[in-house]
């Protein structure tokens, strides 16, 4: 039974609102967490549940957020709180009703990502870990960004996929690959502050239009690395791209990278979710070897 009662405590406590809850209704969607709205008499905030073990990867969470916040590119909710109660870990966060999508602003939202994309550090990488869905994401600063994607991202989830039984051709080829990144790699991308998750399921519109942006992986890369992201699984609308592209155009061979970069995604899936992934990480990494001429 989630504690509540101790949700609304630590609210309290860190906003100066005293919550006196009234309601919580649970909300689909979530792919790793449960998501709630919890009310009182005149706010509402957004909950998100987890087993007590998994608070990191809710204060990695608010982390990324505070960092995306930070940046005042595009609407990011504010988290509040995050901590345990009972054997449950949470984290609080402003709640920002939706309004209905499609009709909204993707032009903005376009121009606001290249807008966040603008701000940047020295090197690669960020001051924390994190998770990508439920996996663990290495961010240890790299200067140099081929090098960063093959150790921090690649690599990893091959090794982990061997270590989930995926061996053979996967193992062979994708070894093949990692050698390849430097090549395929070859442009000079400035450290770009990123979400690191953003398919469609992270990008909503608030009921004034503002797009709003959520469930962050954050770190330094490569822009393109995001925008790969929003093509992986649907797209984000011809008048979203045309409006990034008009603030910041990309580099020359995008597509390649683009590949190269939504591996990372496949294979997290092909880790997270099963077997069903195995084929297109494998044709991926086929297309990206094919590339190298
Ligand atoms: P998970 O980490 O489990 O994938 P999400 O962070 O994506 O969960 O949240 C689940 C759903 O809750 C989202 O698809 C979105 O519709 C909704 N949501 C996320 N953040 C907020 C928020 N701050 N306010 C209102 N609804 C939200």
């Given at each position: 039974m989630t504690d509540w009662n101790q949700i609304a405590a630590t609210i309290t406590a860190a906003t100066g609102h005293p919550c006196q809850p009234r309601s919580h209704r649970e909300l689909g969607g979530g792919c790793i967490n449960r998501a709630f709205v919890l009310r009182d008499a005149d706010q509402a905030w957004f909950v998100k549940l987890n087993d007590a073990r998994r608070l990191d990867l809710f204060t990695a969470e608010a982390a990324g957020l505070e960092a995306l916040a930070a940046a005042r590119a595009i609407r990011v909710p504010r988290p509040l709180c995050t901590g345990t109660a009972q054997n449950e870990a949470f984290l609080v966060m402003e709640y920002i009703p939706f309004g209905r999508a499609q009709a909204l602003s993707p032009s903005d939202a376009g121009h606001q990502l290249a807008g966040l994309h603008r701000q940047t550090q020295d090197g690669f990488g960020w001051v924390r870990d994190n998770y990508i869905g439920a996996t663990p994401q290495a961010n240890d600063p790299e200067p140099d960004w081929a090098r960063f994607w093959r150790e921090r991202r690649l690599r990893p989830q091959l090794d982990l996929a061997l270590a989930r039984g995926y061996g053979g051709r996967l193992q062979d080829r994708g070894q093949r690959l990692l050698e390849a990144c430097p090549a395929l790699l070859d442009h000079a991308p400035p450290p770009s502050l990123l979400h690191?998750?953003?398919?469609?399921?992270?990008?909503?519109?608030?009921?004034?239009?503002?797009?709003?942006?959520?469930?962050?992986?954050?770190?330094?890369?490569?822009?393109?690395?995001?925008?790969?992201?929003?093509?992986?699984?649907?797209?984000?609308?011809?008048?979203?791209?045309?409006?990034?592209?008009?603030?910041?155009?990309?580099?020359?061979?995008?597509?390649?990278r683009r590949e190269l970069y939504n591996l990372y995604h496949i294979l997290n899936h092909l880790n997270l979710f099963g077997a069903g992934y195995l084929g297109q990480a494998q044709t991926m990494i086929e297309r990206l070897l094919a590339a190298l001429g």
């Open positions: 690191g998750d953003l398919w469609g399921g992270n990008l909503a519109y608030d009921q004034a239009g503002r797009a709003v942006i959520f469930d962050p992986a954050t770190y330094y890369g490569d822009r393109e690395a995001d925008l790969a992201m929003t093509e992986l699984f649907g797209g984000f609308g011809a008048d979203f791209y045309a409006a990034y592209h008009e603030a910041w155009p990309l580099d020359p061979g995008y597509p390649v």
